[in-house]
């Protein structure tokens, strides 16, 4: 049986000890800013980072993933090659995106809840941060755990403490930290082109159409996944925002905060479940009747604590936030159980990486996020921002299910009949 050594388990363990901490900083910074913010500062903020994550999608086209892949098939020289590719289609992207917004964006403007002029920001910050994940994949297929660790940290430490400089000492609220979060993505973005060109990680491509093809291999079948991404956790802040107005999207927005803590929970389960589950499923003597009751516990032990944290969360929400936000508490349960079905979700999608069945899940998370359009729309008309919490849960269990039949279907598990002997895998 293969032992992990301590040395891999330092770097698992500063790698998820970075990522809580990086995710846990603008949860804290929450107090301070719902003190000092109105509602409709919130929401304009949340609306900001709704377009910045959509356009996202297009600027760089997600081929930093590609570049995870390819580090250990590459020669080192091929590798900075490849990165180059990457860089000249991000340019070509990020110029096209610009051009489309710089055309439509006077015309959205209303319907996206910020100024024309922040939309075109937007662009430009999704071009640095693509540079910034590319320095962060790099640090992470290479191990370089202290190095992912403290960039991604920094980056935040700075992101917030210039932020809160120009809303504390010059006055400039729901603009001042948009400017601390743009300023600190794009200094790290040059940042991490000095730390390439340092390491000879950036060269002329001499293959360039052959890497721009394999990265498009990459990147293009994702753009379903990540829209579907976005219309499931994103639209309900842009409908509450033409239905009823940003005041509620700043409202929302601090609800849906305090429902993340389950999200930064879920996600750090997995980062320790997934390896555990990947060895045991790559063992020939598998015990799948184990799996599946560790499965089970696991999934009792976030629906707890969502539950939990969920009516903590609504008692102590003046505390908290504040009397501004006092309305958020109608929704903070339902946003801490939604979020809990999203960690139901990585214990059982982690089966369809392993067979690499992605392109199904790709599917499933497109079909969701447009279920979530119409249905959204009429809840929140119906029932304010308590409609889009609705919504959200109801989503987010229908992805659970469907996930889980998925899964079943490409790896099976003995998930209700523990008295069977171990299946064979599925096609």
């Not at 006055?171 to 790290?188: H, K, P």
């Not at 579907?228 to 509450?240: E, H, L, N, Q, T």
């Not at 029932?383 to 998925?406: K, M, N």
Request: proline share 3%; net charge positive; aromatic share 14%.
């Amino acid at each position: 049986m293969k032992v992990i050594n301590l040395k891999t388990l330092m770097k698992g363990g500063t790698f998820l000890i970075s990522s809580v901490i990086n995710a846990s900083i603008p949860f804290l910074l929450l107090p301070v800013l719902t003190r000092i913010l109105t509602p409709e500062d919130y929401g304009t903020i949340a609306m900001f980072s709704i377009f910045l994550s959509l356009v996202s999608a297009f600027v760089g086209l997600s081929v930093h993933g590609a570049i995870n892949v390819n580090y250990f098939k590459l020669t080192e020289l091929e590798f900075s090659e490849y990165i180059a590719s990457c860089l000249i289609l991000l340019f070509i992207s990020a110029a096209i995106v610009f051009i489309v917004v710089s055309i439509v964006g006077p015309f959205v403007d209303t319907i996206m809840g910020i100024p024309y002029k922040w939309m075109l920001v937007a662009v430009g910050v999704s071009f640095f941060q693509f540079l910034v994940n590319i320095q962060l994949t790099i640090w992470m297929v290479k191990g370089s755990a202290f190095r992912y660790g403290s960039f991604q940290i920094s980056q935040t430490v700075v992101n917030i403490v210039f932020s809160l400089f120009l809303i504390l000492s010059m006055g400039m609220f729901w603009e001042g930290r948009l400017i601390g979060q743009s300023t600190a993505i794009i200094f790290f973005g040059i940042l991490a082109v000095y730390l390439l060109k340092q390491k000879n990680l950036i060269r002329k491509p001499t293959q360039f159409k052959h890497d721009i093809k394999d990265a498009l291999k990459f990147g293009l079948p994702l753009i379903p996944h990540t829209l579907g991404g976005f219309a499931v956790y994103s639209v309900d802040r842009m409908v509450i925002a033409n239905l009823l107005d940003v005041y509620a999207v700043g409202i929302y927005t601090v609800g849906a905060q305090l429902g993340q803590a389950m999200n930064l929970l879920s996600d750090s389960f997995n980062k320790v479940y997934s390896p555990w589950l990947m060895e045991n499923l790559s063992k020939e003597d598998l015990d799948k009747k184990t799996v599946v009751r560790n499965s089970y516990l696991a999934m009792l032990f976030l629906l707890g604590s969502g539950l939990i944290w969920g009516l903590l969360a609504t008692f102590a929400l003046p505390l908290l936030v504040g009397k501004k936000f006092d309305s958020a508490k109608d929704i903070i349960l339902l946003m801490c159980i939604a979020a809990s079905f999203t960690g139901l979700y990585y214990i059982v999608t982690n089966y369809i990486f392993y067979t690499k069945k992605t392109k199904f899940l790709s599917a499933l998370t497109f079909v969701s996020g447009v279920i979530n359009i119409p249905l959204t729309y009429f809840m929140v008309k119906g029932y304010g921002i308590r409609g889009a919490a609705y919504s959200f849960l109801i989503v987010q269990v229908i992805t659970f299910l469907a996930t889980w039949y998925l899964s079943a279907k490409v790896y099976r598990m003995p998930w209700f009949s523990f008295w069977r002997e171990n299946e064979n895998n599925g096609v």
